[in-house]
C-alpha cells in the first residue's frame, strides 16, 4: 500500500504522547520541506492535528470533563528554545506577574534571548523573542534574573516601598552565591534594592 507523506507525517505524529510539539523539519526524513508543510496544513484544516503557531503542530491532549486541551504558552516557548537550545529571560508584565507585582495581563509577552528573534502569535497573543547582548543573559539565578527585568519595566521613579519590600522577600529565597553573581548584571538602583536582600536578617 502507498502511503502519501500526509499519512506518514500523521502516523509520525500519532507514534509519539499526545501533547508533543512538532516542527516542519522533524518531517525532512519523508519528504521534502514544503510538501511536509502542506501536508501539515491539510492534516490542521482536518482536525486531526492543532496548529499552536505558525510552523509548530500537535495532537493535543484530551481531558475526560473539558475535552481538548490548548497547549499554554508556556509549554509551546518551552518546545521553541529546546528545539533552538537557547536561553531566554522573561521581560516586562510577564516577570512582574511571575512575581506576584501584577495582576494585569500582557498584551505581548517579551522574551530575551541568544537565539533567533522572531515574533509568533500563540493564543492570539504576540510572543515576541528579542535577541540581546550576551550581558543581558549573564545572571544565574532564576528569581533575580527575574527581579532585574521586573524592576526595569516598573521604572526607578515608580517603584513603591511595598514592591520592594516584596521583591526582598523574593530574593531572600534566592541561592546566595547566585544572588552575589547577579547583582553586577543590574543598573545601579537595582543594584541597591537587591543588596537590602544580602544585609536584611
Known amino acids: 500500500m502507498d502511503y502519501t507523506i500526509e499519512d506518514k507525517v500523521f502516523k509520525k505524529m500519532r507514534q509519539n504522547k499526545r501533547g508533543k510539539f512538532f516542527f516542519a523539519k522533524d518531517f525532512a526524513a519523508l519528504g521534502n520541506y514544503k ?7 491539510r492534516l490542521a484544516n ?8 505558525r510552523g509548530i503542530y500537535t495532537i493535543p491532549k484530551n481531558n475526560p470533563l473539558f475535552g481538548t486541551l ?14 533552538d537550545n537557547a536561553k531566554i529571560i522573561p521581560t516586562g508584565l510577564l516577570a512582574e506577574n511571575l512575581l506576584g507585582l501584577s495582576t494585569q495581563v500582557p498584551m505581548k509577552i ?4 541568544d537565539g ?3 515574533k509568533l502569535m500563540i493564543e492570539k497573543v504576540p510572543v515576541i523573542f528579542k535577541k540581546t547582548a550576551p550581558r ?7 528569581i533575580s534574573t527575574l527581579v532585574i527585568q521586573a524592576l526595569k519595566s516598573i521604572r526607578k521613579e515608580r517603584v513603591t516601598d511595598y514592591e520592594v519590600e516584596k521583591i526582598i522577600t523574593h530574593l531572600k529565597r534566592e541561592n546566595p552565591k547566585y544572588l552575589t553573581h ?17 544585609t536584611s536578617e
Do not use: F, H
Open 35 to 41: 510538501a511536509c508543510g502542506k501536508a501539515l496544513e
Open 46 to 53: 482536518d482536525e486531526k492535528i492543532m496548529r499552536v503557531s
Open 70 to 83: 490548548t497547549p499554554s504558552i508556556e509549554d509551546v516557548v518551552q518546545a521553541i528554545i529546546k528545539r
Open 110 to 113: 517579551v522574551y530575551l534571548t
Open 116 to 118: 533567533s528573534p522572531r
Open 136 to 142: 543581558n543573559l549573564a545572571s544565574k539565578g532564576k
Open 182 to 198: 547577579d547583582i553586577k548584571y543590574a543598573p545601579q538602583w537595582i543594584q541597591e534594592i537587591m543588596r537590602k536582600a544580602q
